[in-house]
């Protein structure tokens, strides 16, 4: 591990990565990926002077200048080599495969990720947030078969290696509830009526022609409108509300409209608590919520997971 963090680490890596699959098989699979489009490099050198010049030996960065350390993006690992770290084979998009490894990805971009990698085998996702990736996993291994029960609490773990933390951050998620529904009449509780062997081959063949939506698609329909720029500017919280809650944007009061009316976060309309989230709550609530809409994120330790 030393050879692949020192100096001249990155292209020590790829070779060892090209020798393990072979540079012909490798170019292969690119060409196949990328057949529509132009070819793409698995690595590239993007990172800033100053991560490459930061001491090893010297002091770990304060909270203060920890956003000193952000990378500048995704660009320096494309999704080429990140499939092929993962699966033993080349993807251009994230869609459509999933890990041999057993391991998820979630991406702050909307509907950027298929269901495969948003449900992997195991609960461990690698999250590409605006400037950097880090690791997400569940606490508690004994908790994945509740990842998708409606109103269940959770207890995540969160690992960023940028930014020098020597300890990583736990939160606690909150699964969307489910709506209540009524009891079902009486008169619905009756048996219905057996189908002969010919109704029920009918029945399938009409179900087959229908048009089904993919999980993908599915995703994508339940995700809230995006939000605009202009939204986002015309968010105006209490001035008050701030100073005495301070980071409790749920407890501000907001005037979304600029009429001089505040509301209470939770009068807001889903839409409208949506736009006030995406502007003040920490990033990671976005990406927690492309795989469980709704989710709320509660407890930080010592800070919000800084992705």
Not at 126 to 153: H, M, P, V, Y
Not at 218 to 225: I, T
């Given at each position: 591990?030393?050879?692949?963090?020192?100096?001249?680490g990155?292209?020590?890596?790829?070779?060892?990565?090209?020798?393990?699959?072979?540079?012909?098989?490798?170019?292969?699979?690119?060409?196949?990926?990328?057949a529509?489009?132009?070819?793409?490099?698995?690595?590239?050198?993007?990172?800033?002077?100053r991560?490459?010049?930061?001491?090893?030996?010297?002091?770990?960065?304060?909270?203060?200048?920890?956003?000193?350390?952000?990378?500048?993006?995704?660009?320096?690992?494309?999704?080429?080599?990140?499939?092929l770290?993962?699966?033993?084979?080349?993807?251009?998009?994230?869609?459509?495969?999933?890990?041999?490894?057993?391991?998820?990805?979630?991406?702050?971009?909307?509907?950027?990720?298929?269901?495969?990698?948003?449900?992997?085998?195991?609960?461990?996702?690698?999250?590409?947030?605006?400037?950097?990736?880090?690791?997400?996993?569940?606490?508690?291994?004994?908790?994945?078969?509740?990842?998708?029960?409606?109103?269940?609490?959770?207890?995540?773990?969160?690992?960023?290696?940028?930014?020098?933390?020597?300890?990583?951050s736990?939160?606690?998620?909150?699964?969307?509830?489910?709506?209540?529904?009524?009891?079902?009449?009486?008169?619905?509780?009756?048996l219905?009526?057996?189908?002969?062997?010919?109704?029920?081959?009918?029945?399938?063949?009409?179900?087959?022609?229908?048009?089904?939506?993919?999980?993908?698609?599915?995703?994508?329909?339940?995700?809230n409108?995006?939000?605009?720029?202009?939204?986002?500017?015309?968010?105006?919280?209490?001035?008050e509300?701030?100073?005495?809650?301070?980071?409790?944007?749920?407890?501000?009061?907001?005037?979304?409209c600029?009429?001089?009316?505040?509301?209470?976060?939770?009068?807001?309309?889903?839409?409208?608590?949506?736009?006030?989230?995406?502007?003040l709550?920490?990033?990671?609530?976005?990406?927690?919520?492309?795989?469980?809409?709704?989710?709320?994120?509660?407890?930080?330790?010592?800070?919000?997971?800084?992705?």
């Amino acid at each position: 591990m030393r050879s692949f963090t020192g100096r001249g680490g990155c292209a020590l890596f790829l070779e060892t990565i090209l020798k393990i699959h072979g540079k012909t098989t490798v170019e292969k699979m690119m060409k196949r990926s990328r057949a529509k489009g132009p070819p793409v490099p698995l690595l590239n050198c993007t990172c800033e002077q100053r991560q490459e010049k930061r001491p090893t030996n010297g002091p770990r960065p304060t909270n203060k200048n920890i956003l000193d350390t952000t990378p500048p993006g995704h660009s320096c690992m494309s999704i080429e080599l990140l499939s092929l770290l993962l699966t033993g084979k080349v993807h251009s998009s994230l869609k459509g495969w999933s890990s041999s490894l057993g391991v998820g990805i979630l991406s702050s971009a909307n509907g950027e990720v298929g269901s495969f990698l948003k449900r992997p085998e195991k609960p461990v996702w690698i999250l590409r947030g605006e400037t950097c990736s880090s690791l997400l996993w569940l606490t508690n291994e004994k908790d994945t078969a509740f990842l998708d029960q409606a109103g269940r609490t959770l207890d995540f773990s969160h690992w960023n290696f940028w930014y020098g933390q020597t300890n990583k951050s736990t939160f606690r998620m909150t699964t969307r509830r489910s709506k209540w529904a009524p009891p079902p009449v009486l008169k619905q509780q009756v048996l219905p009526k057996r189908r002969t062997v010919m109704e029920s081959i009918v029945e399938r063949r009409k179900k087959r022609t229908q048009n089904v939506v993919s999980g993908d698609e599915n995703e994508v329909a339940c995700v809230n409108k995006e939000v605009t720029k202009e939204e986002l500017e015309r968010v105006k919280e209490h001035p008050e509300d701030r100073h005495f809650y301070p980071n409790q944007y749920c407890r501000w009061r907001y005037d979304l409209c600029g009429n001089g009316q505040w509301q209470p976060f939770h009068q807001l309309t889903k839409h409208e608590q949506l736009v006030v989230e995406t502007k003040l709550a920490p990033r990671i609530n976005h990406i927690i919520r492309t795989r469980w809409p709704d989710a709320r994120l509660e407890h930080p330790s010592n800070h919000h997971p800084v992705v």
